[in-house]
C-alpha cells in the first residue's frame, strides 16, 4: 500500500487530486486533508497525480512512508479549461455562457450571503422567491440560472404579438 499527502506551492492541501496508475486510470482521489492511499500491482511503484490548474506530476511511490507530492500552478492550463459544476472542458470546445467572480467583488456587493451576493453580481443567477417558507431559515432554496426571465410570457403569446408600424414596410 502506499500513502500519501498531496500539496500546493504554498504547502496546502489539495482536495480532490486525481491519483491514476501508468496506464492513466483514476484509482483515487485526495481528501480533504490531501491525503490518498492506494495499492498498484507488484512491480508498479509510480503513480501519476493531476488537477486542474496545476501541472501533472508522476512520482515512483516509496512504501513505509508518507509520500509528498508538491504540485506547481500551471497558469496558462486554468486559461485554456472551462469547469461548468459538471464536467470541464477544453476552452474552444465550450458553447456556452460563464462567468467569474472573485472574492473581492463578491465582498464589495456587501455582508449578504454568496448566493445573493452572486444573485445581485450576474442577472442570470436568479434566487426565486419562496412565500410558503416563511421566515424558515432551512428552507431549501430554488435557484434559477439562465431562466426564463429572459422572455415574457409563453411562445404563443410571442408570436402574436402586434408589431410595430415601422416593421411592417
Do not use: C, W
Amino acid at each position: 500500500m502506499y500513502r500519501g499527502v498531496v500539496i500546493d506551492d504554498e504547502d496546502q492541501p489539495l482536495l480532490g487530486v486525481s491519483v491514476k496508475d501508468k496506464h492513466g486510470k483514476t484509482l483515487t482521489l485526495t481528501d480533504q486533508t490531501g491525503e490518498f492511499r492506494v495499492m498498484l500491482p507488484a512491480g508498479e511503484t509510480t503513480l501519476t497525480f493531476s488537477y486542474v490548474g496545476m501541472k501533472q506530476q508522476k512520482m515512483r511511490m516509496s512504501t513505509g512512508k508518507k509520500n509528498v507530492i508538491r504540485l506547481q500552478a500551471d497558469a496558462n492550463a486554468i486559461g485554456e479549461t472551462v469547469v461548468t459544476g459538471i464536467y470541464s472542458r477544453k476552452k474552444e470546445s465550450f458553447t456556452g455562457s460563464a462567468a467569474s467572480y472573485r472574492k473581492e467583488e463578491l465582498k464589495a456587493i456587501g455582508n449578504q450571503n454568496v448566493l445573493q451576493s452572486l444573485s445581485a453580481l450576474d442577472p442570470s443567477f436568479v434566487i426565486m422567491e419562496n412565500n410558503l417558507a416563511g421566515s424558515d431559515p432551512n428552507a431549501k432554496l430554488n435557484i434559477n440560472i439562465n431562466g426564463t426571465t429572459s422572455i415574457n410570457g409563453t411562445l404563443r403569446q410571442v408570436r402574436q404579438r402586434p408589431r410595430p408600424a415601422a416593421l411592417h414596410s
